[in-house]
C-alpha cells in the first residue's frame, strides 16, 4: 500500500519505496477549471526540490508544478499530452505527472496526510 | 464641446446625486499642491473647421507618393486600394469594437481574424499564424525571441541583407537581454556566406527574400544547414506582394515566417499603423506571440470563434508570458484580409506579374543610363543600383526635376562608407511608361 | 364609393413574435455567414488589372505555382464583411464600459485627417525635404504631450502601450548601465496590467511583487520595505486598476528616487488625471501614453495602438531613435545612434518612425478639445464614474469600501455570495440588456472584480438606465431566476462558446480536408 503525501502547493504524491508518484490534487484541478494542456519534464532529468517541473494550463490559467522532493525523474506520462482532460477526471489517479526517484526521503518530513491536507483546503477556504 | 454629452445641470445634479459639492472633490486624491489650478498652457477648444485647416495645411506640406513618379520602396510600398477597402473598414463595428473578450457580441472580428490567419498560413505556406503584429520589424524580433525559447540556445545570425532597420530592432533586443548576436556584413552582392556562421549554439538563422537590396533569395540551402544544427530559419518579408509571384517560405524549409503586410490594404501612412504576419509550423505554436483565434461551438452546438491559447500571454503569464504584446494590429488586419478577398489568387498572381513587369521594365531603363549599374540580377518589384556620386544627392537632386526616386542605402546605414553610391528602387503597378520616362529623364539630366 | 378590400393588413393583430425556428437559420436582421473560403472561388477576381506588358522574368527560377486562396468579387466581399460586421458591439452601437480599457467616442474628423494624402500617402523614407508637414506634425503632438505631462522628453515610435512600457523601461535599463549601476530587480504591485511584468521579464528583470493596503493602493512603507540597491525601478499604475489615485506617489516617488531606483508610470489611465496634474510634477521619470485609451484613436477590434513615452531629464537622453528635430521652422529625423548628438539611444523599437495614422487621430482630438476641453473630459469622466458608483453602492460591493474614484469604478463579486451566479454570468446577462459587459476578473487582487469605466462619452440617460439595468439584474439575481444569468447571453448572435475545447484542440485556420471531414 502506497504512502500517500500532500504539499501546501497542492501536489500529491504516492511513495511506493523510493519512488513517488506525482500529481495534482482533487481540489487544485477544481480551482484550475478545464486542462487543457499540460508539459511535462523530460526523462532523466535531474530536479531539486522546489524546482518547476512541469506546467499545467486550464483556459484562464497557468499554473507551475513544482517538483516536491528531489530526485530523478523515471518516468513521465504520456497520456496527459493527448488527454489533457484526464487531470478532470481522474487527478489522483490515472493523470499523475511524473514519477520521481526520490534521492533524499527526509524532504518528506513534515508533508501533510490525507486529512491535514483536508484542513488544509477548508483553512483556505 | 461637441463631444462631451453632459449639460452643467447634468453635472451639478451628478455631483449632488454623488453627495460632494463640486467636481474637485472627486480628485481629493490628489496632492493638494500638485493640483493644477490654471489650464494648461495650449490653445483653446477649436471647431472641426478650424481643426481641418491648421491639419490641412501641416498635410499641404508634404509630398504625396500619388502626386509624382514615385519609386521608394524598402519595407513599405506604394499601392492601390480597392475603394471598398477603406469603406468596410470604417465600419462603426469594425472601427469602435475592442479586442474580442466576449465572443458572443464579436463574432464580427473574431471571424475575419481566423479568415486573415488562414490566408496568411496559405500566402506563407506554413502551417499557422497568428491574428498579427504590431509591423514586420517587430514580427521579427519577436520570431528571433520565440526562437530562442523554442531551441533554449541563445545566439541569432543575421543576414547582411535584413533591412537593416529590422536588424537595429533585432540588436536592441539583443542588447538589453544580453543574448548573442552576429550580424553579417552589408552584402548588395549576394555573395554572403551564412552558413559559415551557424554553429551548435545558434538559435536561428535570419534571412529576408526579397533582400532589402531586392534580391530574391531561395532558402533551401540555409535552412537544410541550419536544421542540421538544430537551429530555425526564420524568413522575413518586406513586401508581401511578392509571395504572389515566388516560392514561399514554407516550402523552402523556413520555420517562422515573419512579414510586413502593409502592401495588402493599408496605406503608407509615413510608417505606420501596418500590420505584421507571423506564421509557424503547428509544432511550436506553444511558443507564438501574440494573439490567436480558433474554431470552437457555442452552447448549441453552431460554429463560432473565441480567442485562444492565452495562457501564453501577459494577462494571464505575467512575467512568465511568452511576449509583452497585448494591442495586435486588428483594423489593418482587417483590411489586409479584405484586400486579399478581393484579389484571390487569380488577381494577386495577377498584380504581381505586373509589379515584376514594371521593375523589370525600369531596371533595364535605368540600366541605360550612362553610369548607372543595375546591381541585382534577379529580383521581384525592387533592385539596386548604383550611382556615380553620393545617392542621398541625387536623390535630392531628383525631388528638384519633381520625381521621388529610391531609397539611398546611406539613409538606413549611415555608417557603411562603400555604400554611398547605391540607391534602391521600386516599382510597382501604379507606376506607368511615363512614370518610367520620367525618371530616365531626371535621373540622365541629374547625372550629366 | 368604390373600395380596394384586397389590400395589406395593417393592425398587427396576430403578429405576436415567438422564436419560431427559420429555414435558413437566419434571424431577420442577424445573417449567418460562412468563411470567405466557402463562398469564395480561387479563379475569381474583385480587383481588375490590365494585362501585364511583355517582359522577361527575373525572379531566379523560383516562380511560384499556386496558393490556394479564394478570391470574391466586389458585391460579394461588401456583403460578407457587412454581414460579419453585424456580428460585432461596438462603441458607436451602445455603452462599452470597459474598465481600463477607456472605450470613449471616437471623433471621425480624425479618421478624416488621418486620411489626407499629405498624412496617410507619405512614404516614411521619402526625402525630408518631401514629408516636412508629417515632421512637423509628429514634433506638435510631442510637444502638446510634454506640455500637459510636464516631462522633459519623448519618444513617438512605440507602436502600443506595452511596446512603450517596453521603450521606458529599456531607458532605464540603459540610464543605469551608463551609470555603472545595472540593476536586476523591478517593483510591480500585484494590481497591474499583466504587461508590466511581462515586460520587466523581456528585459532580463526580476519581478518583485508589491501588496496593496486594505484601501486599494500601494503604501510607500511596503515600497521602501522592497526597495534596496537591487531594485532598477518601479512600475507603478496611476491612477491604478483599482481606478484610485495613489495619493502617496510624491512619497513613493521619493522613495524610489532616494534608493537610485526610476519610477516608471503605467499611463494606462491617464485619462483620468489630464488638465488635473502633471506627471513630472509627480516625480515620475518615464510614462507611456496610450493614444487609444486617452486621446480617442479608435481600438479597431484590438489595434493598432501607439504608446508614446515621456521622460525626466534624467532618462530622456536614453530615448530611442527615431525622433524629429526642429530647427527654426525646418525639421529633420535623426534615424541612426551615430547620428544621435549629445544623446545615448538605447536602440531602434521598430522601423521607421511610430504609428503616424494614430498621430494625426490623436492631435486631431487634441486640437478639437483643446485645453478646456481635456480638462472637461477628465471631469466628466470621473464624474461619470462616480455616478454610476453612487447609483449602485447599496446593492452591489466595493472591495476596498465605498471611497470616491477616479474614471473607474470597481466592484467585487461578494454581492452575488450564495446567489448561484457568478461575475461571468452577470456579465453575460448585461449582454441580453444591450450593453457590453465591464472588465470581469481584473484586476487579480480582487475576487470576481467588475470594472467599469463609462467615460466622459455617455449622457445622462445613458448612465440613467444603465444604472436601472444593473439594480434590475442585481434584484435578478436576489429572485432567483437563474435562467436569465446561466443561461446568458440568450438574444445575442451566439451562445456561449466552448473555449475548453478552442485550446485542447487549437484550430486556427481553415483547411479544406479538415473542414471538409467536419461537413459530413
Redesign the interface.
Known sequence: MADIKYTDDHEYLSIEGDVATVGITKHAQEQLGDVVFVELPEVGKAVAKGDEAAVVESVKAAAEVYAPVSGEVVEANGDLEGNPGLVNEDPEGGAWFMKIKISDKSELDGMMDADGYAKFVAEQG | MRYLPLTDDDRRSMLADIGVQNIDDLFADIPEDMRLKELIDLPRHASELEVERQLGEMAARNTPASSAPFFVGCGAYKHHVPASVDHLIQRSEFLTAYTPYQPEISQGTLQYLFEFQTQVALLTGMEVANASMYDGSTACGEAVLMAQRLTRRSKAVLSGSLHPQYRDVVSMLSDLSETSLETLAADPEGTEDIIASIDDETACVVVQSPDVFGRVRDLSAVAAAAHEKGALVIAVVTEVISLGALKPPGEMGADIVVAEGQSIGVGLSFGGPYVGLLATRQKYLRQMPGRVCGETVDANGKRGFVLTLSTREQHIRREKATSNICTNSGLCSLAFTIHLSLLGEAGLMKLASINHANAVMLADALAGIKGVDVLTPSFFNEFTIRVPGRGVDVIEALVDKGVLGGVPVARLVPGEKNLQDFIIVAATEVNTAEDRKAYVKALTEVLS | MSMNKAGRPTSAQGGQSSDHPTFTGNKALQIE?P???EV????????D??D?????????????Q?????????PE??R???R??????????GV?P?GS?T?K???R?N?????????????????E??????L??ID?LAA?LL??TGMAGVAMSP?????G??CGM?AI??AQIAKGDARTVVLVPESA???N????????YK?RDIPAREDGTVSPEAVKEALDTDVAGIMLTNPNTCG????D??AIADAVHEAGAYFYCDGANFNA?V????PG??GVDCMHINL?KTFST?????????GPVVFSEAIAPYA?VPYVVRNGDAFSLV??V??ADGAHP?????????????F?RA??Y????????????S??A???A??I???LRDVMSQPFGDQ?C?HEVLFDDSFLKDSGVTTLDF??AM?DEGF??MTM??PLVVHGAMLIEPT?????A?LDQFIATLRDLVQGTKDGDLVRFTGA?HH?????????????D??????PEAHAEAAE
Not at chain 3, 484610485?244 to 495619493?247: A, I, P, W
Not at chain 3, 487549437?506 to 483547411?511: M, T
Request: a neutral charge; proline letters at 7%.
Open positions: 455567414e468563411l470567405i473560403f469564395g472561388d480561387v479563379g475569381k477576381t474583385g480587383v488589372f490590365p501585364p506588358e511583355p517582359h522577361e522574368m527575373r525572379l531566379g527560377g523560383l516562380e511560384r499556386k496558393i490556394g486562396l479564394p478570391g470574391l468579387t466586389e466581399v461588401m460578407h464583411y457587412v460579419i460586421s453585424q456580428k460585432n458591439f461596438a462603441i458607436d452601437a462599452y470597459l480599457c472605450m467616442h471616437n471623433g474628423l479618421e478624416k485627417m488621418a486620411r489626407l494624402p499629405g498624412f496617410g500617402d507619405v512614404h516614411p523614407l521619402q526625402p525635404s518631401t514629408v516636412q508637414g508629417a512637423e506634425l506638435t502638446w506640455e500637459m507602436k502600443a502601450g506595452a511596446h512600457e517596453f529599456a535599463k540603459s496590467h499583466g504587461t511584468p511581462a515586460t520587466a521579464a523581456l528585459l532580463g519581478v484610485l489615485f495613489e495619493r506617489i510624491v488625471i488638465g488635473k496634474a502633471k510634477d509627480l487609444h479608435p481600438h479597431g477590434g484590438g489595434g493598432p495602438g501607439s530611442p534615424e541612426s551615430e547620428a538605447f536602440g531602434r523599437q521598430t522601423a521607421f518612425h511610430g504609428q503616424m495614422g494614430m494625426v492631435l486631431s487634441m486640437m478639437s478639445h483643446g485645453s478646456d476641453g481635456m480638462r472637461q473630459a471631469e466628466d470621473v464624474l461619470n462616480n455616478y458608483r453612487a447609483g470616491v477616479m456579465a453575460k449582454i457590453h459587459p476578473y481584473f466622459e462619452s455617455e449622457s445622462k445613458a447571453p445575442a448572435p451566439m451562445a456561449r462558446l466552448d473555449e475548453t475545447r478552442a485550446a485542447r487549437p484550430v486556427l485556420r481553415w483547411s
